[in-house]
């Protein structure tokens, strides 16, 4: 309440409520009395995100940009609420605060149950890039080296070599699967760092729980949760977006038989993708728009395990094995995804 009542909200607040179950943040709904509207009010994680002020100018200007082109400004970007004094964030006992607007009569699943739902989401992503193709002005790199592997194996190699809380001795194999793939990684990163691969503003987090759908028809709105929006190639975007739509079990599910890649899934998001972004792709984001799925995936597959290593200290766990759990679950995924891998080619190339 003393919080919320520092933004410049319309209407007196009725109740906060917790909501969502992000990683990094932690999320509440601001309800409001009578006709005014509803609010997301989010502690920002300053330990993830070093300058949450740098950040906060990143989400007002693309989404300001947003707002210029789009039919429903309200509704197919977030809008962000100042604090009364002006500033886009209210500093508290050194945590971090952000409000912005909620958007009613939506959905955000957390896992793509229908082919039409992940034609959506990829309609989504393709056209939020689509959308600041032409944004020019320089973002603040929230997360430094977010998607970059080498400086992930930079931070890895210092994690296995410090072993904070002595796990190492007893993950050589989940080890040696990050190691048996650090050179196809590496290389596939030297094309982005050569310019072969071009750079684009992107999301950088485009799990399916990132974007609203609308309620009354399952049609895509709007994407949520643009704390990584950034410069990178959009090739992560679809990636991490196949990571997550594509997955017949969850992201940290016990049962490994439950876990495999959807080929349907996969190209159901990769036709929405594409309608909006084909157009204006280089031939070389064409080439690696398959792979970049498994590169996500091995990112992920490092980062849970990294974390786990660290003694558990980026992402919010639910019991004292989950990132181990996450890490198994997303190496199946990995695993369904390099057998599936010229099929997922081949469908790139159809589409
Ligand atoms: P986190 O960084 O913790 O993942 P998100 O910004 O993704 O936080 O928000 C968590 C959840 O809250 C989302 O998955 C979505 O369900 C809901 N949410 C976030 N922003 C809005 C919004 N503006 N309108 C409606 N729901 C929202
Ligand atoms: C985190 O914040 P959230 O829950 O949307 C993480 C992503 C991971 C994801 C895995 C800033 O996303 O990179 O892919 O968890 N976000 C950050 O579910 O690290
Ligand atoms: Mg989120």
Known sequence: MKIAGQFDLAGDIAEIKPLGEGFINDTFVVKTEGDAPNYILQRKNHVIFPDVPGMMENIKAVTEHIKAKVADPMRET???????????????????WAVCLFIPDTTSPVRADTPELAYQGGLGTGRFQALLADFDKPLNET??????????????????????????AQLQEEISWIESRRK?????????????????????????????????????????????????????????????YTNTGAEDDRNLDNVEMSMEMFKAYAEGYLHEQKASMVQSELDYLAFSARYITFEQVLRFLMDYIDGDKYYKTAYPEHNLVRTHAQYKLLQSMERQYDEMCRVIRNI
């Open 78 to 96: 977030l809008t962000v609420i100042p604090a009364k004094d002006g500033k886009l964030y209210v500093e508290e006992d050194g945590n971090f």
């Open 184 to 244: 196809e990684m590496l290389d596939f990163w030297s094309l982005v760092e050569d310019g072969t691969i071009p750079m684009h503003v992107t999301h950088n987090d485009t799990k399916i729980s990132n974007i609203l759908f609308n309620k009354s028809d399952g049609s895509m709105l709007c994407m949520i949760d643009l704390d990584t929006v950034m410069s990178s190639t959009s090739l992560n975007d679809f990636g991490d977006a196949i990571r997550s």
């Open 143 to 168: 997360i430094k080296g977010f998607h970059n592997i080498r400086w992930r194996f930079q931070q890895w190699d210092e994690t296995i070599a410090a072993d904070p809380v002595g796990r190492v």
